[in-house]
């Protein structure tokens, strides 16, 4: 499985972005997809995830400002980031769960965020 985020860029505070990110391969059926960040000196945290099914969770600090979709036809998910903040900068990483006896995680490989003061 491979995961090609794209999206990231330079944006002001209380801009915004869309960040999407397709699959490929042999995906299992059941999963969940989601979005994770990684800022300077932290550890990655989660952002938001999304089940097939389309039931979301997001990080406190995400709430009423992001919101995640995803097209199971494509094997797609998005991340709608609004009114963003500089404490919002970070490696985003779109992730893949797969869910079953044998749950495995699939990363893609990162897209930046800069959010400016």
């Known amino acids: 499985v491979q995961l090609q985020a794209s999206g990231g860029g330079l944006v002001q505070a209380g801009g915004f972005l869309r960040l999407s990110c397709a699959a490929s391969?042999?995906?299992?059926?059941?999963?969940?997809m989601g979005w994770y960040r990684q800022a300077p000196g932290r550890q990655r945290e989660l952002v938001a995830r999304?089940?097939?099914?389309?039931?979301?969770n997001y990080a406190d600090s995400a709430k009423g400002r992001f919101t995640i979709s995803r097209d199971n036809a494509k094997n797609t998910v998005y991340l709608q980031m609004l009114n963003l903040e500089p404490e919002d900068t970070a490696v985003y990483y779109c992730?893949?769960?797969?869910?079953?006896?044998?749950?495995?995680?699939?990363w893609g490989q990162g897209t930046q965020v800069t959010v400016s003061s």
């Open positions: 992730n893949l769960k797969t869910l079953g006896v044998a749950p495995t995680d699939y």
């Open positions: 391969g042999s995906i299992f059926s059941l999963n969940v």
């Open positions: 999304i089940t097939r099914g389309g039931s979301t």
